[in-house]
């Protein structure tokens, strides 16, 4: 007894601890180090007093396991992760990870004054999207342009303001579920509008929408289906079609292309992706699409169209309280910036640089991490794999890739162990099982992690 009360007296007092070096230049905040030490502090006096702790251990190291406990504390929804998966536009990952010239756009825009609303020309207030408006005119032939937080806010301004109090037409099989509760027939409702479906589930014409105009509707709706695909005899409406109904009768075509590529996709093999551009040329009246999915930008959603109708959304109050931020403006007018070469635009926005890699790229960089892991005397082989574009954009359509497989010699633990063990890395590192073993897809891990990926690899494996 009096050997734990002995023990129990050489423990520290909280505020010497707080004065160690490696508490003081850890970087950790002083009351989350304090916390953290009442903490370890407290452990250790219940393992004296159960007979489990035999000597106290040195000030540092209780200051060492403090500074550790504390960093494990702190509260961050959003670090970063390497993204093993495949999926390019992983919505739970972030979707969209933004170009050089767009992040450092951000950096600059978030610590610093900057001309949000200014015209530094004429020293008065100017417009704050002016230049996104520039590039999008520049690059869809759009007659006019707004910027809203997220494509779902799009849909639910323009319905708002072009459509509010009237009847909506929507083909059955375009009321969808998007995710995140973000329903067609719902997002209606609340806009003020009546939905009034048109055709079936699998067929709808130009026939149909033709026959439900009356005097209350006030849009025709069209939604790319985005997370879904209808296969066997289907028919829709094309916005070509909905343009000469909308024309007869004064309606505007309204259409939520959802992905919203700006660069040709179409070469990567995502076939059915809508263009903004060519949706207008077809006759849209206005179009909106997400800012981070195929653009490769941050969240926010643009709208697109003619200007009676933009007009009308700006001095609707919702734009108010739907308008971006002053970060999100920057990334994208450095996002579109580069749109105009498409050269650039593939090689310096991730999205589009990792959807073009060719297979054999591929296949060389699977076989350099491959090698590495095994030099570090890890287990890995290359396989063949399938990456997708994700984020609702060409549901079904996977493209040709490689990824290392990962897999322990001998002993029974299994894939999701080693799945677990990366996902706990400090960077952590998130992939995919298959056939019990667990892949890491290279096109989506950037080459500046390879090193990184090898070395946590080798260790979980060896
Ligand atoms: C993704 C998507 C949305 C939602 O876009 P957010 O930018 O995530 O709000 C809406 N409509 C379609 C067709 C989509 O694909």
Redesign the pocket.
């Known amino acids: 007894m009096s050997h734990i009360n002995d023990l129990l007296k050489q423990i520290p007092h909280v505020d010497r601890l707080m004065q160690n070096d490696i508490i003081v230049k850890s970087g950790v905040y002083r009351h989350e180090a304090a916390d953290a030490l009442r903490h370890v502090l407290a452990e250790l006096r219940d393992g004296i007093r159960a007979g489990t702790v035999a000597s106290a251990p040195p000030c540092d190291a209780l200051a060492q396991v403090a500074v550790e406990l504390a960093r494990r504390r702190v509260c961050k929804d959003v670090s970063r992760v390497i993204n093993g998966t495949g999926v390019i536009l992983h919505?739970n990952l972030g979707r969209a990870c933004l170009s050089k010239a767009a992040s450092e756009a951000v950096v600059e825009a978030a610590s610093s004054y900057c001309t949000l609303e200014y015209d530094i020309e004429n020293g008065r207030r100017g417009s704050r999207t002016g230049g996104v408006e520039h590039y999008l005119r520049e690059l869809t032939g759009c007659e006019a342009s707004l910027v809203v937080n997220?494509?779902?806010?799009?849909?639910l301004l323009i319905l708002s303001a072009v459509a509010g109090g009237g009847n909506v037409l929507v083909s059955r099989g375009e009321l969808?579920e998007?995710?995140?509760g973000?329903r067609v027939p719902d997002v209606i409702t609340q806009c003020g509008c009546k939905l009034v479906e048109v055709g079936t589930t699998n067929k709808t014409r130009a026939a149909d929408y033709e026959r439900a105009v009356d005097a209350n509707t006030k849009a025709l709706l069209k939604?790319?289906?985005?997370?879904f695909e209808i296969v066997g005899f289907t028919e829709s409406a094309s916005v070509k079609q909905l343009a000469a109904v909308g024309a007869v009768h004064n309606i505007p075509v309204i259409e939520?292309?959802?992905?919203g590529a700006l660069a040709d996709v179409r070469r990567y093999g995502l076939r059915n992706e809508p263009f903004a551009k060519e949706s207008l040329k077809n006759g849209a009246d206005v179009v909106?699409?997400?800012?981070?999915?195929l653009l490769g930008g941050l969240?926010?959603?643009l709208i697109l169209g003619r200007k009676i109708y933009i007009d009308m959304m700006k001095n609707h109050p919702l734009y108010r309280a739907l308008r971006v931020d002053k970060m999100t403006i920057a990334a994208l007018e450095a996002t579109l910036r580069v749109y105009a070469d498409p050269c650039a635009a593939q090689r310096d926005i991730p999205v589009l640089a990792m959807l073009s890699l060719s297979e054999d790229e591929l296949k060389t960089r699977a076989n350099g991490l491959c090698d590495e892991i095994r030099k570090q005397g890890g287990s890995a082989e290359v396989v063949q794999t399938k990456s997708v574009a994700g984020?609702?954009?060409v549901p079904g359509l996977e493209l040709a890739s490689y990824a290392v497989a990962l897999h322990y010699t001998g002993d029974g633990r299994g894939a999701n162990d080693i799945e677990k063990r990366l996902r706990f890395m400090s960077v952590p590192i998130i992939g995919r099982i298959e056939n019990d073993r667990l892949l890491l897809d290279v096109r989506t891990i950037f080459c500046d992690d390879f090193g990184y990926v090898a070395k946590a690899a080798a260790e979980v494996t060896a």
């Not at 909106?288 to 999915?293: C, H, P, Q, V």
Request: proline share 0%; charged share 10%; net charge negative.
């Open positions: 919505s997220n494509n779902a806010a799009a849909v969808v998007i995710g995140g973000f939604v790319h289906s985005s997370n939520d292309i959802g992905s909106s699409f997400s800012g981070d999915k969240q926010c959603g984020g609702g954009a």
